[in-house]
């Protein structure tokens, strides 16, 4: 399984460490190597005294794949920056503080309770956005747009002088 | 304008969640990385590129984004039919400015353009494993050339597996 352990755990030098011992332990021949498919941090894809570097220096014909899903979702997240930017209003920012103003509150959940009664709808917590989990962004955003009349006339109805609140009222 | 950007937003990400749905499977999708890589950067461009100007480029890397006039104005984007009705909205109720009504429709177009800039930088779009790597998939094996294989062949002349195989007879194989 090539797992490391220690403080070094998340080097690259390590991590080739493991693999280098694995494919000896299985009398594996880097010319056999044809590929190696990682995630894109530095440690693993960088250029220089990377996982890959490593890999490279071993056999230059093996072809490393990076993690297109996570180019993805920095593709995303670029792009929302820019987005944001524009119109001074950052969704992502909106779903973090929403989640956070209401998780360790049962006062505001109870409040926003009866604004959901108010405005005729079910009950259902606000999601956490995880901004390095993929695209989470897309499921709190459902979310809360299925919850906005209410959660709209929370924000509205209440009063608060901390900022968090204050950038959700805006 | 939280409740258009939470629309705009909602059918965006959607663009980037067919595609990485898509290559999220336990089967190989090498294969396929190179077409998927170019639906989404061409689904990203046609939100804000002129069809006449897609029309005639064969990759998503051939797109000179320097060019300001192969964009489509930003007031003319298509935004979504939710999020230009709420923002139609808000701005004949008075709730947003005209000003306001312009910087949603720029932040649109950055929103792609940005992506697009992303996808042509980063994205392995011209790697020759991927590209050539279509004949991988069985129902198109019909389509690749003989370029595509003789590449791997090349690349993986040393490993063990390839001791004594005869080229000339791949490619009659290939050719059959």
Not at chain 2, 139 to 147: A, F, M, Y
């Amino acid at each position: 399984m090539c797992l490391t352990e220690g403080e070094d755990a998340g080097k690259a030098s390590k991590l080739f460490e493991a693999m280098e011992e694995s494919f000896e332990a299985d009398e594996i021949p880097w010319n056999n190597c044809a590929s190696l498919s990682v995630d894109n941090t530095n440690a693993m894809v960088g250029k220089q005294t990377s996982v890959a570097s490593r890999f490279l220096q071993k056999n230059p014909n093996i072809f490393i794949g990076g993690c297109p899903c996570h180019l993805a979702h920095i593709t995303a997240s670029h792009a929302n920056d820019a987005f944001s930017n524009a119109i001074s209003t950052n969704v992502e920012d909106v779903c973090i503080h929403c989640f956070y103003w209401f998780d360790q509150s049962t006062k505001r959940k109870g409040k926003l309770v009866d604004h959901y009664k108010f405005c005729d709808q079910d009950y259902q917590s606000v999601l956490k956005h995880i901004s390095v989990r993929w695209l989470s962004l897309e499921r709190c955003t459902v979310r809360i747009l299925k919850k906005y009349p209410s959660l709209k006339a929370y924000f509205l109805n209440e009063h608060f002088a901390d900022e968090r609140f204050r950038r959700l009222n805006r | 304008m939280l409740e258009p950007a939470l629309f705009f937003s909602q059918a965006a990400i959607s663009i980037f969640t067919n595609f990485n749905l898509l290559l999220q499977r336990e089967e190989p999708t090498v294969h396929i990385l190179k077409a998927s890589m170019e639906h989404l950067g061409k689904n990203l461009a046609t939100r804000i590129i002129k069809p006449t100007v897609l029309r005639g480029i064969s990759s998503i890397s051939d797109i000179d984004l320097t060019d300001e006039s192969i964009f489509i104005e930003p007031k003319s984007i298509f935004l979504g039919g939710t999020t230009k009705a709420t923002l139609n909205r808000l701005l004949s109720e008075g709730d947003i400015s005209q000003h306001k009504y312009d910087s949603f429709h720029k932040g649109a177009y950055l929103y792609f353009k940005d992506a697009l800039q992303y996808i042509q930088n980063k994205f392995p779009i011209k790697n020759e494993v991927i590209h050539n790597s279509v004949w991988v998939d069985v129902e198109k094996r019909g389509k690749p050339t003989w370029s595509n294989i003789e590449l791997f062949l090349l690349k993986n002349s040393n490993q063990t597996c390839m001791e004594g195989v005869n080229n000339d007879k791949v490619i009659e194989e290939f050719v059959d």
